[in-house]
């Protein structure tokens, strides 16, 4: 067999991003104790500095119930759609009526008593103050940063990936998972040759950041070669009656050995794929690839809390490399096999394994992976 050359493996961490943390807001914090240093260390005057202090804030308010009222205008037309008929729905939608409400009446009262002395009118402030804060929105100059809708679309679930991850979960994955070892039981007593690996008995389920998929994997790597159907199973779901579920066990060649394992894709990339290829979907490639990103670790977080599907499957997530590499995936799922396998051996010592890096810990790294993406060494005696 023609040998290509080894390309380092890109560690995973580099490839899943971590879930945002707080950094944003401590940095807010430590900019405002600077700037307030910054202030006092200026000596101004109280008076003209607390009244300036007030106009801004006054400002802040004026153009967020200026946007609330824009709005407004626009959802008073979908009481009944959006809001159930309630006009108090809309209003609360539109405006955060616990904070801006009384916040405008405070700057509002502390400014009018500050501006002794200011001989322009409060109606001229205010008519300025409004126009402004108007220009701006129309401008859409305070639209929130790519960042920002990122951050508030993971935080709330929102993305597209979270309910692909969750649908793919419910509806496959925690009925099918739990009988993988069973399958995997009855196909080893009737071919004790082929799965000696215990550890190795489970799904292993190929993410694709770029979300290309191939229906067939021996077209994909010819060192992939179909074996056979592990035991199918038939349940009545969702109407239709004797729903198959089965997996496909391949062999996976190493030079001059054969591994054997269950492995298929995780079909909801191809959604997302035919997704950045759909213009009605308006979806890029660049927003495909976040997607994937994010579904790996939504699935990784799933899978990591339920309780039924401990130790029944593998998640390996890779990246192509832009060199045309013909044995790449089959490279990728033996790199994850003989992980397995050494940590098979690493347990029957008696000796605490390590986590490989290409298996994603939500423990130490929020959904990432161990700190280096090197296999760990094989025992000679391990075949």
């Not at 579920?245 to 001059?256: G, M, Q, V």
């Not at 909801?268 to 994010?294: H, I, N, T, V, W």
């Amino acid at each position: 067999m023609s040998q290509e050359p080894q390309q380092p493996r890109q560690p995973t961490a580099l490839l899943i991003p971590k879930a945002r943390g707080g950094r944003a807001q401590r940095a807010t914090y430590l900019l405002l104790a600077l700037c307030a240093a910054a202030l006092y260390l200026a000596g101004e005057p109280l008076m003209p500095a607390a009244r300036s202090l007030t106009f801004h804030f006054v400002a802040l308010e004026i153009r967020a119930l200026l946007k609330g009222i824009c709005y407004l205008a626009e959802e008073i037309f979908h009481l009944q759609s959006r809001h159930r008929g309630s006009f108090w729905r809309a209003l609360s939608a539109c405006f955060s009526l616990r904070w801006h409400g009384p916040l405008l009446l405070v700057c509002g009262s502390a400014y009018v008593a500050l501006r002794d002395g200011d001989r322009q009118p409060l109606g001229l402030h205010l008519g300025l103050i409004s126009f402004c804060e108007l220009l701006v929105l129309a401008l859409g100059l305070q639209k929130p940063s790519a960042v920002e809708i990122s951050e508030m679309s993971e935080k709330s679930k929102q993305n597209v990936a979270h309910g692909l991850a969750w649908s793919y979960y419910v509806g496959y994955l925690k009925i099918v998972l739990p009988r993988v070892k069973k399958s995997m039981e009855e196909f080893s007593r009737a071919n004790p040759n082929a799965l000696v690996c215990r550890e190795t008995w489970k799904l292993h389920i190929l993410v694709p950041l770029s979300c290309d998929i191939y229906d067939d994997l021996e077209k994909a790597d010819s060192n992939i070669q179909y074996l056979t159907d592990l035991t199918e199973t038939t349940l009545t779901r969702a109407g239709t009656k004797k729903r198959v579920y089965k997996h496909s066990l391949y062999a996976i060649r190493d030079e001059d050995k054969l591994w054997h394992c269950a492995v298929e894709y995780a079909t909801p990339l191809q959604s997302l794929y035919a997704m950045s290829q759909d213009e009605g979907a308006a979806f890029s490639r660049e927003e495909r690839l976040e997607q994937a990103k994010l579904f790996y670790r939504t699935l990784e977080e799933i899978l990591k809390g339920s309780k039924e599907c401990v130790g029944t499957y593998r998640l390996i997530a890779y990246e192509e490399s832009g060199e045309a590499e013909t044995h790449f995936l089959s490279r990728e799922i033996l790199w994850h096999l003989r992980q397995q396998r050494h940590e098979e051996y690493t347990l029957r010592e008696g000796n605490q394994p390590h986590n490989p890096s290409t298996t994603l810990s939500s423990t130490e790294l929020n959904i990432q992976i161990s700190e280096s993406d090197l296999p760990q060494p094989l025992r000679s005696d391990c075949f």
